[in-house]
């Protein structure tokens, strides 16, 4: 069973890079129909997706955050990443990683299953 | 952007109980439609998707309905655990998800 954690800094300065790390175990991130997904919720509020990476290193940006996101990808660590950039303290919030289930024949029909158990994540000086 | 709606924003309802909650999207998405339960301190869980699908695991008395913009999570009787934030959210686009709907106990 595919699990995913979450891991990195809690604190993050104004107008620094803020930078996470999804560990996925219980079988490899490059197996599969897969994409690998970050999303974000800021406390009591909603779920905001930011983008998402296939093992081809292929990504796709919530284009909100498109100029400050990069998502990467290391297979040989089973890893994927998130950096985000210039952050604000409209930046904090629980940050999700997930895989993305994707119907090949249709890849509108994707999913996000599982969710690691999220990590906060506080922009303050 | 597509915008997703939900209604209501919350609800207090009874163990027993039939629970409806409604999801609209700004324009047809065909069936790309997904719901997930969120309790307080976890993370979001997949319960349906491609609007009427059943995840594996996830009890029966969840069901999925509808295509185009509207859409419908349905609990036929509510159980204790099922007290939580439910979310849906399109994959026709850049993925966006509704504001929630809280069910808590009446």
């Known amino acids: 069973q595919v699990q995913l954690q979450e891991s990195g800094p809690g604190l993050v300065k104004p107008s620094q890079t803020l930078s996470l790390t999804c560990t996925v175990s219980?079988?490899?991130?490059?197996?599969?129909?897969?994409?690998w997904s970050w999303i974000r919720q800021p406390a009591g509020k909603g779920l905001e997706w930011i983008g998402r990476?296939?093992?081809?290193?292929?990504?796709n940006y919530n284009p909100s955050l498109k100029s400050r996101v990069t998502i990467s990808v290391d297979t040989s660590k089973n890893q994927f990443s998130l950096k985000l950039s210039s952050v604000t303290a409209a930046d904090t919030a629980v940050y999700y990683c997930?895989?993305?289930?994707?119907?090949?024949?249709?890849?509108?029909?994707?999913?996000?299953?599982?969710w690691g158990q999220g990590t906060l994540v506080t922009v303050s000086s | 952007d597509i915008q997703m709606t939900q209604s209501p924003s919350s609800l207090s309802a009874s163990v027993g109980d039939r629970v409806t909650i409604t999801c609209r999207a700004s324009?047809?998405?065909?069936?790309?439609l997904n719901w997930y339960q969120q309790k307080p301190g976890k993370a979001p869980k997949l319960l349906i998707y491609?609007?009427?699908s059943l995840q594996s695991g996830v009890p029966s008395r969840f069901s999925g309905s509808g295509s185009g913009t509207d859409f419908t999570l349905t609990i036929s009787s509510l159980q204790p655990e099922d007290f939580a934030t439910y979310y849906c959210?399109?994959?026709?686009?850049?993925?966006?998800f509704g504001p929630g709907t809280k069910v808590d106990i009446k």
């Open positions: 491609a609007a009427s």
């Open positions: 324009q047809s998405i065909s069936s790309y």
């Open positions: 997930a895989r993305v289930s994707v119907v090949v024949a249709v890849d509108m029909y994707n999913w996000f299953d599982p």
């Open positions: 219980g079988g490899s991130i490059s197996s599969g129909s897969y994409y």
């Open positions: 990476i296939y093992t081809s290193g292929s990504t």
């Open positions: 959210q399109q994959s026709y686009s850049t993925p966006s």
